[in-house]
Antibody
Framework: EVQLLESGGGLIQPGGSLRLSCAAS????????MSWVRQAPGKGLEWVST????????FYADSAKGRFSISRDNSKSALFLEVDSLRAEDTALYYC?????????????WGQGTLVTVSS | QSALTQPRSVSGSPGQSVTISCTGT?????????VSWYQQYPGKAPKFMIY???KRVSGVPDRFSGSKSGNTASLTISGLQADDEADYFC???????????FGGGTRLTVL
């Protein structure tokens, strides 16, 4: 069974930084692109970033460019998102999801998410 | 404000059909046949349901169907059942600069 388990969220002051992690299992992690998608409380979904299977290419939403950095460790089946200069509007549940590089298909599956709350 | 526009809510009685619309532009929904739909129960992760506009994910009942006309994609659920009550989100590929855009989500209530 494919499983994705996020961690690393928490309460952080504006301007602070966090490193989110996603542990993957049940599939050949190194063969798939991976993505982060976030959902602000009571709001819709927002694509944040995608990294290709080998990690050679990364893509970011405008809201994440310059502040967020996606990376992966294929030897550990792990995905990461470094989030810097956090703002109140970054408060959201951050999901990792398999896929997102090829236009065809979609994001499947999703983890349960890790909550990031930016507040003083 | 989400890039794709969905109605905030729709409702229907058991056995009826409902359609959820997802309106974008020629830069996303209208420009590519890469619309996907996700079902989300409260407090749960989204579940992948439909991809490439019309293709059902394995295991998704054929009561769920997707379509597209111009800049608007639609998810139709026929033979409504109580456990269809959930939030539904659309997503579209938007080119190599923007990549992915989502809708704001639609709450389906089964009366």
């Amino acid at each position: 069974e494919v499983q994705l388990l996020e961690s690393g969220g928490g309460l952080i002051q504006p301007g602070g930084s966090l490193r989110l992690s996603c542990a993957a299992s049940g599939f050949t992690f190194s063969s798939y692109a991976m993505s982060w998608v976030r959902q602000a409380p009571g709001k819709g979904l927002e694509w944040v970033s995608t990294i290709t299977a080998g990690g050679g290419s990364t893509f970011y939403a405008d809201s994440a460019k310059g502040r967020f950095s996606i990376s992966r460790d294929n030897s550990k089946s792990a995905l990461f998102l470094e989030v810097d200069s956090l703002r109140a509007e970054d408060t959201a549940l951050y999901y990792c999801a398999k896929g997102g590089w090829r236009p065809a298909g979609g994001f499947d599956p999703w983890g349960q998410g890790t909550l990031v709350t930016v507040s003083s | 404000q989400s890039a794709l526009t969905q109605p905030r809510s729709v409702s229907g009685s058991p056995g009826q059909s409902v359609t959820i619309s997802c309106t974008g532009t020629s830069n996303d929904v209208g420009g590519y046949n890469y619309v996907s739909w996700y079902q989300q129960y409260p407090g749960k992760a989204p579940k992948f349901m439909i991809y490439d506009v019309t293709k059902r994910v394995s295991g998704v009942p054929d009561r769920f169907s997707g379509s597209k006309s111009g800049n608007t994609a639609s998810l139709t659920i026929s033979g409504l059942q109580a456990d269809d009550e959930a939030d539904y989100f659309c997503c579209s590929y938007a080119g190599s600069d923007t990549f992915w855009v989502f809708g704001g989500g639609t709450r389906l209530t089964v009366l």
